[in-house]
């Protein structure tokens, strides 16, 4: 409680109110909810809590908490909500994700880590070197599965997940459960409490939706320059990488500092623009779907489908950046006259109400939505810029200060794998690994604590 506090987190939103009765007596909990809903702590929390009581030693390349996220920038963020927490009670976490030399990881596991927060497909590689093993997992969560499912991860995690003990306690949070997702409930979630916040694919009501329509490409140019104008901080989405590198460039050039996140930039490069948009200066995020789950950042205004999202689930979880935590936020989709009819069925499916407006720069709700413009900031000169860039991390695999490759993220928890504690107030863990002495998996057996003791062997 005192590390949530010292984040001032001290009122729980409605995902963790309901879930975290049945998550601290170690049942087995399905979680949906939309994006920005607080699913990261519904885990988080009782993942540390309950590791920290049973107190299993620290074995290396033997964690006993296991987080499987899709993306790398959401399992950095899930790595950095949870570090608190599993400082706060002596446990550790680490990083595993592709796109990063793996060299630092084996370190991380080598050394010991109690909670590994992972991508499948770099931990399956790393199981098959038996680098890690995952037979000593106490707690094992799944967050935005039905991503993992559009992705094509699920058989890799279905390798993962039968890699665990059955007896251990499971979480899936997810926002849908198509695709497959079902299936994974079904086979690794022992009667399951559900728990649902709101529809899997319902708006959230404090995003103010709005759809510009534009004469032509040029108009929408000068749009998007203006759109991205303000002086809060905003992400723009783009359909390509080239794309939205591009559209970044241009704005930097133009007085307007921004940075891009898109799949072909290092881990390193990706750490060092979300910290530029998310504690520096710069206030636009020029991005593609990659950066539409996981990367939460405080205080985005306004996102802008620059281009519109192929499908309606996209939409939701780009425009999920904005008016997270119950903050309030606005959504632009900026529309060309071929795109009306795709858009609006778009919209159709995601459940929103909006009429499209004809604009241009100059219109007057353009102007009272952006509001205040931030001032004219000079760019760099190209070669500064240059040698910024060479010498700022173009190594993937850098410094030990970074969040992926076994680094520390977070307050110097490594970012992946760290154990997760805080005292859970009357829970203990009896009874789902009861006999885990002899090497059986005892399910829930009516213990009146409600969880299962440490395991008392390897």
Request: aromatic content about 2%; glycine content about 12%; overall charge positive.
């Amino acid at each position: 409680m005192k590390a949530l506090a010292a984040q001032g987190k001290t009122e729980p939103f409605p995902i963790q109110t309901d879930t975290l009765p049945d998550t601290l007596a170690g049942d087995d909990v399905l979680g949906r909810g939309k994006t920005g809903s607080g699913k990261t702590l519904a885990f988080s929390i009782p993942m540390a809590a309950g590791l920290s009581e049973m107190e299993v030693p620290r074995a290396p390349g033997a964690p006993t908490g296991l987080i499987l996220a899709p993306t790398r920038e959401l399992a950095t963020q899930i790595a950095a909500a949870l570090t608190p927490l599993a400082e706060a009670v002596g446990l550790t976490v680490t990083t595993v994700f592709g796109g990063v030399k793996q060299a630092r990881q084996e370190q991380a596991f080598r050394r010991g880590v109690d909670i590994v927060v992972a991508c499948p497909g770099r931990l399956e590689d790393l199981m098959r070197q038996k680098i890690v093993r995952l037979d000593e997992v106490e707690i094992t969560v799944l967050d935005e599965a039905d991503h993992m499912a559009d992705l094509g991860f699920l058989p890799v995690v279905t390798r993962i997940l039968a890699a665990t003990p059955s007896g251990g306690q499971r979480m899936l949070f997810s926002a849908t459960l198509d695709n497959g997702v079902d299936k994974l409930v079904k086979r690794f979630l022992d009667n399951p409490k559900h728990h649902s916040v709101d529809d899997e694919n319902s708006p959230v009501a404090q995003m103010t939706h709005h759809v510009f329509e534009t004469a032509g490409t040029a108009e929408k140019n000068d749009l998007v320059r203006e759109l991205a104008s303000g002086t809060g901080r905003r992400i723009l989405f783009m359909r390509t990488k080239h794309q939205a590198k591009k559209l970044a460039k241009k704005l930097t050039a133009e007085g307007v500092p921004a940075v891009d996140l898109h799949g072909n930039l290092s881990q390193a490069q990706r750490d060092r623009n979300l910290a530029a948009f998310g504690e520096g200066g710069v206030r636009v995020l020029v991005a593609t779907d990659v950066a539409a789950r996981g990367v939460h950042v405080d205080g985005v205004e306004l996102v802008v489908h620059v281009d519109p999202p192929a499908e309606h689930k996209a939409y939701l979880h780009r425009s999920g950046r904005t008016a997270r935590a119950g903050s309030d936020g606005d959504v632009v989709t900026i529309c060309l006259p071929e795109q009306r009819s795709d858009l609006r069925k778009l919209l159709s499916k995601a459940k929103i109400d909006v009429k499209p407006a004809r604009v241009d720069a100059k219109s007057q709700a353009v102007d009272e939505l952006v509001g205040e413009r931030a001032a004219y900031v000079k760019p760099e000169p190209i070669v500064a810029a240059v040698q910024q860039q060479r010498g700022g991390g173009g190594r993937s695999s850098g410094g030990r200060g970074r969040s992926g490759g076994g680094a520390r993220s977070g307050g110097g928890a490594r970012g992946g794998g760290e154990r997760n504690g805080s005292s859970r107030s009357g829970s203990a863990h009896g009874a789902r690994r009861g006999a885990a002495s002899n090497g059986q998996s005892a399910r829930r057996s009516g213990s009146t604590q409600g969880r299962r003791p440490a395991r008392t062997s390897g």
